[in-house]
Every structure is written in C-alpha cells, then in structure tokens.
Nanobody, 126 residues
Framework: DLVESGGGLVQPGGSLRLSCVAT????????IAWFRQAPGKEREAVSCISTNASSTFYAEVVKGRFTISRDNAKNTVYLHLGSLKPEDTAVYSC?????????????????????WGQGTQVTISS
C-alpha cells in the first residue's frame, strides 16, 4: 500500500510537506507521482520523480513552488508545497509505476499508474 500524510489547512502563502510511504514493497523500483483533484475538476499531475531521482516533472502551475524528493532508504517520497494558493486546494494522492531500478522514466499520465494511495486533503484558506 501507499500511505499519504501531511495534508491540512493552511493560510495562503503557507507551506506543507506531504509524505508518501510504501508499506509493503520497495519504493526504489517505482517512479512516484503526485496527482491532485479538486471538487468538480479533473485529476491532474502535479509532480513526478524517477527511481534514481535524476528526472523530475512539475506542472507549470506549481513550478518553483513545489519540490519533490525521495528517500529510498525510508521508502518515502516527499512533496514540499510552498507559497500555497487557494487554487492549490485539492485531495493530493501519490501513485507508483514499476519503471525499474535506476530508471530515468517519470510518467505523468494517471493511466500509467496502477498503485495509488488513499489521498490527503490540502485546504488553503484564510
């Protein structure tokens, strides 16, 4: 399973760090992506990191504000959310794609992911 944590309610301009932990498989075989879905909107890819962390992807709307990283020893991927805006409000979910060890692949379509966490709510409001 993938388990997300770290969501919550923060004011505009604030920050959060989301965590995605794999509980029953080795995360270093998987590219990990974060997706988000706001009410009434389609799910969108926010960020992705390859197994060796050499490749990353950021959606244009979060570039420069969000940072993805991974600690394979802890079987965890992090997403730091900074300079948060009300439009960042959504359920954030991590997903895993078995691209292989030391891969530079970083898929960004949700159709390419079979393993998903339950999601964590991020709400930006004053």
């Amino acid at each position: 399973d993938l388990v997300e944590s770290g969501g919550g309610l923060v004011q505009p301009g604030g920050s959060l760090r989301l965590s995605c932990v794999a509980t029953d498989f080795d995360l270093d075989y998987y590219a990990i992506a974060w997706f988000r879905q706001a009410p009434g909107k389609e799910r969108e890819a926010v960020s992705c990191i390859s197994t060796n962390a050499s490749s990353t992807f950021y959606a244009e709307v979060v570039k420069g504000r969000f940072t993805i990283s991974r600690d394979n020893a802890k079987n965890t991927v992090y997403l730091h959310l900074g300079s948060l805006k009300p439009e960042d409000t959504a359920v954030y979910s991590c997903a895993a794609n078995p691209v292989g060890y030391s891969s530079t692949r970083c898929p960004i379509s949700h159709y390419q992911y079979d393993y998903w966490g339950q999601g964590t709510q991020v709400t930006i409001s004053s």
